[in-house]
């Protein structure tokens, strides 16, 4: 396996699956929301040939993502860009999601996620957390077979001593 390939794996494994996996499991759901979000965007990066730090690409890249590696429900609930402003431009400029979005876990509510109900949306942490896992776990697999391209990544930039 070359270089960038182990990187890329390596890099997916333990800075987008491992803490999505832990804050799901400990139930820290504020932080786990705003770390999907923000990861949206870095695996929408996989999926086009550009370097991952490109310019320019977020809501081009959050779309991306989540048309192509989401259960269909995100692409349509994303029509306007509107899971891109309520969860990643919130997330990353606020660090609270839009007030548009009526989040619970599966314990609170008995709402079918991504429904709407005057105006906002019903969307629930745990199946969005869940789902961010499978769109890794495809990104991973493609990489893998080569049907997706490794991105350039330093590693060694990003272990933790």
Same mark, same amino acid.
């Given at each position: ?31 786990? +929301? =705003?770390?999907? *979000?923000?990861? @949206? ?8 040939? &550009?370097? %991952?730090?490109?310019? /320019? ?37 606020? +660090? =609270?999601?839009? *007030?548009?979005? @009526? ?8 709402? &079918?996620? %991504?429904?709407?109900? /005057? ?43």
């Amino acid at each position: 396996m070359n270089e960038n390939k182990e990187n890329t794996l390596t890099f997916i494994q333990q800075y987008l699956v491992k803490p999505v996996e832990e804050l799901l499991a400990t139930q820290q759901y504020y932080p786990l +929301l =705003i770390y999907c *979000s923000l990861g @949206i965007e870095t695996i929408g990066a996989f999926l086009d040939n &550009k370097p %991952l730090r490109a310019r /320019k690409q977020s809501k081009l890249r959050f779309g991306n993502a989540l048309f192509q590696l989401f259960p269909k429900k995100y692409g349509f609930s994303n029509k306007g860009g509107f899971l891109y402003e309520a969860l990643r431009n919130h997330s990353a400029h606020n +660090l =609270i999601p839009s *007030s548009y979005l @009526i989040i619970y876990n599966e314990e609170e509510e008995n709402k &079918k996620h %991504l429904s709407l109900s /005057k105006e906002k949306t019903f969307f629930c942490i745990d199946t969005f957390a869940k789902d961010f896992l499978t769109a890794c776990q495809k990104i991973s697999k493609d990489i893998e077979n080569n049907k997706l391209e490794a991105k350039f990544i330093q590693i060694n930039s990003f272990t933790d001593n």
